[in-house]
């Protein structure tokens, strides 16, 4: 069973760095690729980042590259977001996921079958 619980998220002014993380609970960590999406207000959850079961591939939607990283610990069961020069319309709440099916790194929310309670980030000065 996978339990995910994200942490790293707060407040930082524009331009800041956050470093998200992604802790399971399980025992099965490396048995599934981990994806990171968010969810400003008033907006449909979209995708981040994702990265797969050995961490050798990862996959970002077009405008976090560059400004996101996405990297795991398999020995910690953590997966993390590093994210520089923050902008205000990064705001939102932060959610990792787990894939253990699809053996193609992608974004496409109904293939993640595990969920994080999610971090607020929010960029303002």
């Known amino acids: 069973q996978v339990q995910l619980v994200e942490s790293g998220g707060g407040l930082v002014q524009p331009g800041g760095s956050l470093r998200l993380s992604c802790a399971d609970s399980?025992?099965?960590?490396?048995?599934?690729?981990m994806g990171w999406f968010r969810q400003a207000p008033g907006k449909e959850r979209e995708f981040v980042a994702a990265?797969?079961?050995?961490?050798?591939?990862?996959i970002y939607t077009d405008f976090m590259k560059g400004r996101f990283t996405i990297s795991r610990d398999n020995a910690e069961n953590s997966v993390y977001l590093q994210m520089n020069s923050l902008k205000p319309e990064d705001t939102a709440v932060y959610y990792c996921?787990?894939?253990?099916?699809?053996?193609?790194?992608?974004?496409?929310?109904?293939?993640?079958?595990?969920w994080g309670p999610g971090t607020q980030v929010t960029v303002s000065s």
């Open positions: 996921a787990a894939d253990g099916v699809t053996k193609i790194l992608h974004g496409d929310i109904k293939g993640y079958d595990y």
């Open positions: 399980g025992r099965t960590f490396s048995n599934y690729a």
């Open positions: 990265i797969s079961r050995n961490g050798a591939g990862t």
